[in-house]
């Protein structure tokens, strides 16, 4: 049923190769400068054996020692084969779960997705990104852009929007550029008429809401109203714990009402914002999926989604928010036929616009970016030699204490 939902969410699907030849050749947005590695790699380099580095970790851990955030680094700044992922992964885990588990530099969780896109492990960047939790993978935007980019570029929209995910819940929209490239991954993502569970509806939902709140504008509204819809198609058939549930959202039920509220919004407002037409058929669709007399068409598809997993408990104040589910589909249909009579709906498809979004206003966003990226990487670096004198400074106190304790033992045999 899902699919038969976002059927009209999905028209721009032929439309954007007229509408952009240009992106249909290249699948990717980000440019050739932004996506370059030249800044990174002009770092100085400090070569390490990875075999020693292992052995120096494992030796370590097995005195119930704790590893250095800088040993860790240079472990995954060698990384030279697509094997060596997989070692960097193992240690990866082991340093979170050790005593200096908090300090994993940015840097190494930087060169770690940089690692695993030059060596074809992307989907080892998107495993520990998912199990962040177990890996102490929190990148930054820069860094989420380019793994972004990287699944956009082979045309690999679900991943992409897994990612976007990832940015909605560490709550990371700063940036313009992710932004811009996460609401695009989430529109093509839809034109491609996914089937979705829903827990994947659930955390489309929270990503385009999210993200439509950083957009003050038609894909910015159209994305918040994709969002609330979504959400409250999942609090109508799950309740509101599992709506809010792991996900920075609101507590508070009425999801579906917060989506009329939009268009309440835009109907009352001056200027020329409007509402995508596919979207609002999108929210009609919804709502007549979630009519009664739609039950019998939808549960087999609901159980094939979830399997035998056990329902969430829905209680009264849920069963007296469903009770608002014929209030609020007449409401849609007066608010529809009001933004309609004022010239409010666009034609354009919620792809379109994301597409048109991303070719007029990317560009601009790039170059902050670069110049802060140079000055973080400076920092890094600065910060880095910082730690490498400091290591040095120990390591000579501690050799020359060592000394002196020898010293000492063998005056006393005297």
């Given at each position: 049923m899902a699919a038969s939902v976002l059927k009209r969410c999905v028209t721009a699907a032929v439309k954007v190769k007229c509408f952009s030849p240009s992106l249909s050749a290249r699948r990717w947005l980000l440019s050739a400068a932004y996506t370059d590695t030249k800044v990174w790699e002009a770092r100085?380099?400090?070569p390490q054996n990875l075999a020693a580095l292992a052995k120096n970790m494992d030796l370590t851990y097995e005195r119930n020692l704790p590893v250095s955030s800088l040993t860790m680094s240079r472990f995954v700044d060698n990384i030279s084969s697509r094997e060596e992922i997989d070692q960097a992964e193992y240690y990866l885990y082991k340093f979170r779960h050790s005593p200096n588990c908090w300090y994993l530099r940015d840097w190494t969780v930087h060169e770690w997705i940089r690692q695993c896109l030059k060596h074809g492990a992307r989907e080892k960047a998107l495993h520990t990104l998912k199990n962040k939790v177990q890996y102490g993978i929190f990148p930054d935007d820069f860094t989420f852009n380019l793994l972004i980019d990287s699944y956009i570029k082979d045309g690999d929209f679900k991943s992409a929007c897994s990612v976007v995910e990832e940015v909605m819940l560490q709550e990371a929209f700063d940036l313009p550029s992710t932004q811009i490239l996460s609401v695009y991954a989430l529109g093509s993502y839809l034109a491609t008429r996914p089937q979705l569970t829903v827990s994947e509806e659930r955390a489309l939902g929270a990503s385009l809401f999210i993200c439509g709140l950083t957009q003050d504008n038609t894909v910015g509204l159209s994305a918040q109203l994709l969002g609330n819809a979504l959400l409250?198609?999942?609090e109508m058939s799950k309740g509101i714990h599992a709506v809010f549930k792991g996900m920075p959202v609101s507590w508070n039920r009425g999801y579906l009402g917060r989506a009329l509220a939009i268009m309440e919004g835009v109907a009352a407002a001056s200027g020329d914002i409007k509402l995508s037409k596919d979207t609002l058929d999108y929210v009609n669709d919804l709502l007549q999926e979630l009519s009664p007399t739609s039950d019998s068409d939808s549960s087999g598809e609901e159980s094939a989604d979830e399997g035998d997993k056990k329902e969430e408990a829905v209680d009264e104040d849920d069963q007296a928010e469903q009770a608002k589910l014929p209030q609020y589909a007449s409401r849609f249909k007066e608010l529809r036929a009001e933004l309609d009579s004022q010239g409010k709906v666009d034609s354009s498809s919620f792809h379109a616009l994301v597409?048109?979004?991303a070719q007029q206003n990317l560009a601009a966003a790039e170059k902050p970016d670069l110049d802060q990226y140079e000055s973080r990487v400076q920092a890094w670096e600065s910060e880095k030699r910082q730690l490498i004198r400091r290591e040095k400074e120990s390591r000579e106190r501690a050799e020359l204490?060592?000394?002196?304790?020898l010293?000492?033992?063998?005056?006393?045999q005297q």
């Open positions: 100085e380099k400090d409250g198609k999942v597409t048109a979004l204490e060592k000394r002196e304790r010293a000492a033992r063998a005056a006393a």
